[in-house]
């Protein structure tokens, strides 16, 4: 047997083989474009490789759409092939493709839990505990399994530096920043080309209020995902997200343009940073001019999906509102029919909770129904996490129930949202937040407060 460079055993035994899963381990770890490119002539050379076909399959999923389920289903079916003769470890990874195929992604996390039980060090396995576990909103959970494994990983062991920015992400995401930071700044550290760290203390500054600090953190540093596949717009995202927070409005459109939106793609990760961003923009009174029309296309022809809730939602956000009302209601009525179905199956259970109400409170507040918009969207909020994505990235929701709630007049509870929303942040407000306290304020003190709702 051999093993790979994370000293994992494997079932390869041709060093040209070895080398090529090498290279796709290090490039899911840094989120590398080569990553596919590689796995792709591994598994031409060796269709066999039950690990292989089992993360793919898996890489697959990950891409939350309805159409890569079918060539999932075929990379379990090639991960059957040698399974009797894989490895137990091996074998595992091909178990929790065929658990999250079957609408089961937490007990596929449980699989790759079981690895890291037997095989702390597995970097492969950590990484991909946290990606789906991301996807569930469980970020509890990521830091458990970090943690967990920290103890395996010596000074010298090759996927340190990768760990300490799966490790910074989930402190950030459990809201301990101080900490996440310093990980964050250690894993680029160790790891130059680990975006995922780096971008977890951007995450930091965004939930500190610091777009400053943010800025300074992220210029300079582009080689450390500029290699990226397109989790690249991504980052500049949250550097838009930092312009937009200082007010600098000309410098996002034109992130937006040139970087966040430099290919049309209708993958739901680059279609979330771009509706969300431009959603943004809309709530501070900027016009973002035709950009709507390219995401609404694209939107317009994902309406039953229904992979993951929180694709679905920023679907929404480019069909409410603009022009689509066919595809709006027939997105929020697959919404609603799938969580009736929901079962045993997490996504539909994810569409009943917290997507019926999210959706219906989108649908709202792109027909101008505040006060429905509110009412839905703040049955919603509890349960937000459960959507998946990150603090940042479901903020978004969270601005959209804040300004649906004060243009109906619904100021206290507006008030206590955003006391709930700066304690989660550490006591920290965003400009954001401070110019909706001014506008609670200013709307208090008018004549005719009197006609608003009682405090």
């Given at each position: 047997m051999?093993?790979?460079?994370f000293?994992?055993?494997?079932?390869?035994?041709?060093?040209?083989?070895?080398?090529?899963?090498?290279?796709?381990?290090?490039?899911?770890?840094?989120?590398?474009?080569?990553?596919?490119?590689?796995?792709?002539?591994?598994?031409?050379?060796?269709?066999?490789?039950?690990?292989?076909?089992?993360?793919?399959?898996?890489?697959?999923?990950?891409?939350?759409?309805?159409?890569?389920?079918?060539p999932?289903?075929d990379?379990?079916?090639?991960?059957?092939?040698?399974?009797?003769?894989?490895?137990?470890?091996?074998r595992?990874?091909a178990?929790?493709?065929?658990?999250?195929?079957a609408?089961?992604p937490?007990?596929?996390?449980?699989?790759?839990?079981?690895?890291?039980?037997?095989?702390?060090a597995?970097?492969?396995?950590?990484?991909?505990?946290?990606?789906?576990?991301?996807?569930?909103?469980?970020?509890?959970?990521?830091r458990r399994?970090?943690?967990?494994?920290?103890?395996?990983?010596?000074?010298?062991?090759?996927?340190?530096?990768?760990?300490?920015?799966?490790?910074?992400?989930?402190?950030?995401?459990?809201?301990?920043?101080?900490?996440?930071?310093?990980?964050?700044?250690?894993?680029?550290?160790?790891?130059?080309?680990?975006?995922?760290?780096?971008?977890?203390?951007?995450?930091v500054?965004?939930?500190?209020?610091?777009?400053?600090?943010?800025?300074?953190?992220?210029?300079?540093?582009?080689?450390?995902?500029?290699?990226?596949?397109?989790?690249?717009?991504?980052?500049?995202?949250?550097?838009?997200?930092?312009?937009?927070?200082?007010g600098?409005?000309?410098?996002?459109?034109?992130?937006?343009?040139?970087?966040?939106?430099?290919?049309?793609?209708?993958?739901?990760?680059?279609?979330?940073?771009?509706?969300?961003?431009?959603?943004?923009?809309?709530?501070?009174?900027i016009?973002?001019?035709?950009?709507?029309?390219?995401?609404?296309?694209?939107?317009?022809?994902?309406?039953?999906?229904?992979?993951?809730?929180?694709?679905?939602?920023?679907?929404?956000?480019?069909?409410?509102?603009r022009?689509?009302?066919?595809?709006?209601?027939?997105?929020?009525?697959?919404?609603?029919?799938?969580?009736?179905?929901?079962?045993?199956?997490?996504?539909?259970?994810?569409?009943?909770?917290?997507?019926?109400?999210?959706?219906?409170?989108?649908e709202?507040?792109?027909?101008?129904?505040?006060?429905?918009?509110?009412?839905?969207?703040?049955?919603?909020?509890?349960?937000?996490?459960?959507?998946?994505?990150?603090?940042?990235?479901?903020?978004?929701?969270?601005?959209?129930t804040?300004?649906?709630?004060?243009?109906?007049?619904?100021?206290?509870?507006?008030?206590?949202?955003?006391?709930?929303?700066?304690?989660?942040?550490?006591?920290?407000?965003?400009?954001?937040?401070?110019?909706?306290?001014?506008?609670?304020?200013?709307?208090?003190?008018?004549?005719?407060?009197?006609?608003?709702?009682?405090?």
């Amino acid at each position: 047997m051999t093993h790979d460079l994370f000293g994992q055993e494997t079932s390869l035994k041709d060093p040209e083989m070895l080398d090529l899963w090498n290279a796709v381990q290090i490039g899911v770890l840094s989120h590398s474009a080569e990553a596919p490119v590689h796995l792709g002539k591994l598994l031409e050379a060796a269709p066999e490789f039950t690990l292989g076909q089992a993360a793919k399959g898996l890489f697959l999923l990950l891409l939350g759409r309805r159409e890569m389920r079918t060539p999932a289903r075929d990379a379990l079916a090639a991960a059957r092939i040698a399974y009797a003769s894989a490895l137990p470890r091996e074998r595992l990874f091909a178990d929790a493709l065929e658990l999250w195929l079957a609408g089961r992604p937490t007990a596929a996390v449980e699989k790759l839990e079981q690895v890291l039980r037997g095989h702390p060090a597995d970097s492969l396995a950590m990484k991909m505990s946290q990606a789906i576990r991301f996807v569930l909103g469980d970020s509890a959970g990521m830091r458990r399994s970090v943690e967990r494994v920290m103890p395996a990983y010596a000074p010298d062991h090759p996927g340190r530096g990768y760990l300490l920015g799966c490790h910074a992400f989930a402190l950030e995401e459990t809201g301990d920043y101080s900490k996440a930071e310093t990980a964050g700044r250690q894993a680029l550290w160790m790891a130059p080309d680990d975006a995922w760290g780096l971008h977890a203390v951007a995450h930091v500054h965004d939930m500190t209020g610091n777009a400053k600090a943010g800025l300074d953190w992220l210029t300079g540093r582009e080689e450390a995902w500029s290699h990226c596949n397109n989790f690249r717009y991504h980052v500049w995202w949250h550097k838009a997200l930092m312009h937009l927070d200082l007010g600098q409005t000309d410098t996002v459109l034109d992130l937006y343009d040139r970087e966040i939106r430099q290919d049309k793609t209708d993958d739901y990760r680059d279609i979330s940073n771009a509706t969300s961003l431009l959603m943004r923009l809309e709530l501070e009174g900027i016009a973002v001019g035709n950009r709507w029309e390219e995401l609404s296309d694209l939107c317009a022809a994902r309406t039953e999906d229904g992979s993951l809730i929180f694709a679905d939602l920023h679907y929404l956000l480019a069909l409410a509102g603009r022009g689509r009302p066919d595809e709006t209601t027939r997105m929020v009525q697959r919404i609603h029919a799938d969580a009736a179905a929901a079962g045993g199956d997490e996504a539909r259970q994810r569409m009943a909770d917290p997507g019926r109400a999210a959706a219906s409170g989108l649908e709202a507040f792109g027909e101008g129904d505040f006060a429905l918009a509110f009412d839905h969207l703040a049955q919603a909020r509890g349960s937000m996490q459960l959507a998946g994505g990150s603090h940042a990235q479901r903020d978004v929701f969270e601005r959209m129930t804040i300004d649906a709630g004060i243009r109906a007049g619904r100021l206290s509870e507006v008030s206590r949202m955003l006391d709930s929303r700066r304690a989660q942040r550490g006591g920290a407000e965003d400009n954001y937040a401070l110019a909706r306290r001014a506008l609670i304020s200013e709307a208090r003190n008018q004549p005719d407060s009197r006609s608003l709702p009682a405090e």
